[in-house]
């Protein structure tokens, strides 16, 4: 594994929320057990920039918005597919807050995504229709960042999706190994992104 040049790069810190940590709605297993690590890194970079799902009531990619569906069952969405979910990051809840034990005092930019009741967004720089931004590329542009490097949750989702498409829009991109965990629903789609990731020239760092 090799370290990149910190002090050029961002760190991208990517939806270590309530909800996604153990006890949470939608909790990654051991997702509370990488914080410790990205807070000793966040004052070696640049920049830090946290995303954050800031998701509506009865946003679509829950399954109580569905009647008849369960969690985990998938609806046709924009030639496409949907994953449902439980209820989970509802703007202003308590689950939708950052982990208490995360330091977000060095962050520049919180970016929230997932706010549109008909889109879902696992990407930090998209919504789910891949064209609608977020502002974040045109910020670490503004900054002159062309390096980043990826942590947070879930490794198989948000910071796969994230990865793909900081990739096309230019930028060089890592994945601190120690830094994410992942859903792995369905089973196997941990491996399978992160073979993807490599594919596409994503280093793990």
């Not at 914080?35 to 970079?45: E, K, P, V």
């Not at 970016?111 to 891949?130: P, Q, T, V």
């Not at 949750?153 to 096309?168: F, G, P, Q």
Request: charged fraction near 15%; proline fraction near 5%.
């Amino acid at each position: 594994m090799k370290r990149p040049d910190f002090k050029n790069s961002a760190l991208i810190i990517i939806d270590i929320q309530n909800d996604f940590c153990p006890g949470g709605a939608l909790a990654v297993p051991d997702g509370d057990s990488i914080i410790s690590t990205i807070n000793s890194l966040c004052s070696q970079f640049r920049l830090v920039i946290a995303a954050q799902d800031w998701h509506p009531v009865k946003h679509i990619s829950f399954a109580s918005t569905h009647p008849g569906k369960q969690v985990y069952d998938t609806i046709p969405w924009n030639n496409d597919t949907q994953i449902l979910w439980p209820d989970h990051c509802i703007a202003g809840s308590p689950g939708s807050a950052f982990h208490p034990a995360l330091n977000t005092d060095l962050c520049s930019l919180i970016i929230r995504k997932g706010i549109n009741l008909e889109i879902d967004s696992y990407s930090a720089f998209f919504e789910n229709d891949h064209i609608t931004p977020t502002g974040l590329a045109g910020y670490l542009e503004e900054q002159k960042i062309t390096s980043l490097v990826l942590c947070g949750l879930a490794t198989d989702y948000c910071i796969y999706y994230s990865a793909l498409d900081a990739v096309k829009l230019g930028f060089s991109v890592s994945v601190l190994q120690e830094g994410v965990r992942g859903v792995n629903q369905p089973e196997g789609s941990i491996e399978a992104a992160i073979s993807d990731m490599q594919q596409k020239g994503i280093e793990f760092i």
